[in-house]
């Protein structure tokens, strides 16, 4: 897949451009709809499919101190919309300056101007432009000026209700993991990388690596069985969520991962846990002995769940 930015001094000269725009993070069903969309109707013309996107999210620009929690870091979006088979991808430079663009300005120097497209397919609630005053019905008279297609597709519902980022981060956030990952299409994972800690897991046996997460919804406190990607290697594990009660008095919240039958030095490097069941919350034991103990059985119970799951794998 082609990437590039808006800032690029030469832009690639993509034929028959069919392409989508949105934030689109988490890339959940509602989002692969359109994605696959784009990609059919440009096999259709022989055509380049695209997605167009934008980092960072615009409210990490705009209204910082209210932006989400992402679902996804822009690596794993770009991951994922890869996986769909797109050809290529657009990565927006999200800034003050470019807040301010109107949306005629945009569709006009950015869609037509400079990367020629021929279709664009978007969601049923898609808005651009300065105060987001764009939508489909702009994108369809320009459409009309500038000879290309639009076409816009219903919203996408499970449960009887709409699949959007916000309900899926409010169900993580909420820890109803099965709900979001029925409408991920995948089981949630967070990505981050890994930086030094206490090292007291190492003293008691069970060595552990501590996440500093990309900005990503985390769910809420406790212990989970978990799948580790790290190194190029799928491991199992177990992940705690929380202030480490027993061991600290400290109000700071830690995310850290026990990755099992795993002993490579892994500081500095990127890492990417999924989520596959909560084993239990966490809680203050009266000792370290009496921690060391439940963390066995975490282990265990960790384990019997990933091998189950994996088929022995």
Known sequence: MLVFTNDDKRLPQLPSLCVTLGIYDGVHLGHQKIIRRVIERAARIGGTSGVITFDPHPREVLMPDTAPDLLTSTGKKKELIEALGVDALCLIRFTPEFARMEARQFVKRFLVDALRVKLIVEGYDWRFGKDRSGDVNLLREMGEENGYKVEQLDGEELDGEILSSTLIRRLVLEGDLERAARRLGR????????????????????????IEPHHEAIPPDGVYAVWVDV????????????????VTEERKRTVEVHIMDFYQD??????????????????????????????????????NILVEQSGGM
């Open 187 to 210: 089981r949630y994972s967070i990505t981050g990388d890994i930086v030094e800690g206490s090292r007291l897991g190492r003293e008691i046996g069970f060595p552990t690596a501590n």
């Open 231 to 246: 190194g190029g290697t799928r491991k199992r594990g177990t992940l705690n969520i929380g202030f480490r009660p027993t």
């Open 266 to 303: 892994i500081y500095n490097e990127e890492i990417e846990v999924t989520f596959v069941e909560k084993l239990r919350e966490e809680k203050k034991f009266p000792s370290i002995e009496a921690l060391t103990g439940q963390i066995k059985k975490d282990v265990e119970k960790a384990r």
